[in-house]
Nanobody, 121 residues
Framework: QVQLMESGGGLVQPGGSLRLSCAASGFTFNSYAMRWYRQAPEKERELVAMITNTGENTNYLDSVKGRFTISRDNVKNTVYLQMNNLKPEDTAVYYC??????????????WGKGTLVTVSS
């Protein structure tokens, strides 16, 4: 059973930092890309960052480039999102995501339950 469990969210002042973690289980973690999405109130869910299975390549939403860093530990089966210089507009629920083909089901998306990040003074 695939499980993605986020942690590390909370309340932080503008300019502050947080580190999100996503512990994965139930699949071969080092075979698949991992992503962080976020969804702010009354807004569409958006892709924040992606990291390939080896960690060699990453991509970021333009508005977080230079502030956020995605990384992974393929021994601990965990993906991280280091968020620095946080802004009020970063306030959202952050979700961990992966997807892969399952025999008989095609491409399947897996999501964690999310962790809330609130940036406010």
């Amino acid at each position: 059973q695939v499980q993605l469990m986020e942690s590390g969210g909370g309340l932080v002042q503008p300019g502050g930092s947080l580190r999100l973690s996503c512990a994965a289980s139930g699949f071969t973690f080092n075979s698949y890309a991992m992503r962080w999405y976020r969804q702010a109130p009354e807004k569409e869910r958006e892709l924040v960052a992606m990291i390939t299975n080896t960690g060699e390549n990453t991509n970021y939403l333009d508005s977080v480039k230079g502030r956020f860093t995605i990384s992974r530990d393929n021994v601990k089966n965990t993906v991280y999102l280091q968020m620095n210089n946080l802004k009020p507009e970063d306030t959202a629920v952050y979700y961990c995501h992966t997807k892969f083909v399952r025999i008989g089901y095609g491409m399947v998306d897996y999501w964690g339950k999310g962790t809330l990040v609130t940036v406010s003074s």
